[in-house]
């Protein structure tokens, strides 16, 4: 029975081991198992967190993808505009000089020609008005400074080269009336800023002046606001915008046919909270109608002076625009009380004496030149080398 016993046990293990063996030799292989579900896509990092570096490939899904070359750095896409340091206007009309001289051949050198004559006869003395009158000195001037001269060479006798420039200069410098005071009121007062009002008729060069005064400003070491209060012509604002950026001055815009005023009031709101030394303020000033502009100005003068006080009015004159430009002068000297003269575009024209007959006219100094359209072309009025200019070295 234990003989059985043992039998059957082995013919069992043998079973087992034979099983075993077949199953090893035909085992299912790895490829023909069913593919495994694919693996749920890992989140994507934002790329502003993590930027890809250049050239790196990405493994997904088995695949290689080429990524497009990384954006550059947002600092380096909005780069800040790089700031100009003007220089200061002292002695700046003396660099200008050559521009006058250039264009004012006529009346100067005309005189000086013509003075010099050996007989100054009715006929001389009437070409010597034509000169001045041409020249826009006006009329009153004109009859004031022949009658002058005509008493000084009776007096003087003959006369040297010399002696003729003398006189010539001296008469001119008399009906510029050096000893007017022009000084710029642009300094602060303890923590409010200095307010100047830039007015004047459209085209006269009112925001290119506004924008290089506040280089001059900023030239001479101060700190300036612009207010855009010319709403009525975007381009304008946009013109401000870049006189102000060029030189890091902050510049207040309103919307598009806003209310002046409103611009004007922020505009000095910021400057007492930049604790600007100056504001600057750009007006429309549309001279449709003179109670338009008077209710226009008026308006932008008193809401200025629930914050400050304005205390400068600067009109904008052209020179090249003569009778015309002096006629509008006098409707804005009207309407506001203008203290000061920035006088444009005197390299462009032979009509200097524009500048004898609108002091006179609107009692009022010219303060700054226009001496061409460079961003540095504003200068301080100085009459003896306005009139050395005029008369030639
Ligand atoms: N040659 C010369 N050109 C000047 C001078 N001042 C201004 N201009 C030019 O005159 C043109 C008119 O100047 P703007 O400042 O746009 O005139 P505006 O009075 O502000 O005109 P609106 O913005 O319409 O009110 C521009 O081309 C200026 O470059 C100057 O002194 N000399």
Redesign the pocket.
């Known amino acids: 029975m234990d003989g059985y016993l043992g039998i059957i046990v082995i013919v069992a293990l043998v079973a087992i081991l034979a099983v075993g063996g077949l199953w090893l030799l035909f085992r299912p292989k790895a490829k023909d198992l069913p593919p495994a579900p694919p693996a749920p896509p890992e989140p994507k990092a934002p790329v502003a967190e993590e930027p890809a570096k250049p050239g790196l490939g990405e493994q997904d899904g088995g695949t290689t993808t080429t990524l497009p070359p990384p954006a550059p750095p947002l600092e380096e896409l909005i780069k800040a505009p790089e700031i100009e340091v003007p220089p200061p206007s002292a002695g700046r009309m003396v660099r200008l000089r050559g521009r006058l001289a250039r264009s004012q051949n006529v009346l100067g050198r005309g005189l000086l020609e013509l003075l010099s004559r050996d007989r100054l006869d009715d006929e001389v003395w009437d070409e010597i008005e034509e000169t001045l009158i041409t020249a826009d000195v006006g009329v009153a001037p004109t009859r004031a400074m022949v009658e002058e001269l005509r008493t000084k060479v009776k007096v003087l006798g003959a006369r040297t080269p010399v002696e003729v420039r003398r006189l010539l200069r001296e008469e001119l410098l008399a009906q510029i009336a050096p000893d007017l005071d022009r000084t710029l009121h642009t300094r602060p007062h303890g923590e409010r800023p200095a307010v100047v009002l830039v007015v004047?008729?459209?085209?006269?060069?009112?925001?290119?002046?506004?924008?290089?005064l506040a280089r001059v400003l900023v030239g001479d070491g101060g700190k300036v606001v612009l207010g855009a209060a010319?709403t009525?012509?975007a381009?304008?604002t946009d013109?401000l915008q870049t006189w102000g950026d060029r030189v890091g001055a902050g510049v207040v815009r309103g919307p598009e046919g806003g209310d002046p005023a409103s611009v004007a009031f922020d505009a000095v709101a910021k400057g007492i909270e930049d604790k600007a030394d100056t504001v600057i303020i750009?007006t429309?000033?549309r001279l449709h109608t003179k109670t338009g502009l008077m209710d226009e100005l008026g308006k932008v003068k008193r809401v200025i002076e629930k914050k400050a006080t304005v205390d400068e009015v600067l009109l904008?004159l052209?020179?090249t625009t003569g009778q015309n430009g002096m006629r509008q002068a006098q409707v804005f000297a009207e309407v506001v009380n203008v203290t000061g003269i920035a006088?444009?575009?005197?390299?462009?024209t032979a009509k200097g004496g524009i500048v004898i007959s609108v002091q006179r006219e609107l009692g009022v100094p010219v303060k700054l030149?226009?001496?061409?359209?460079g961003p540095d072309?504003?200068a301080p009025f100085d009459p003896d080398v306005f009139v050395d200019a005029l008369l030639g070295d």
Not at 369 to 373: F, I, K
């Open positions: 004047g008729v459209n085209g006269t060069g009112k925001t290119t002046t506004s924008g290089k010319d009525f012509r381009a304008a013109q750009d429309a000033g904008v052209d020179a006088l444009t575009k005197l390299d462009g030149v226009g001496l061409g359209e072309d504003l």
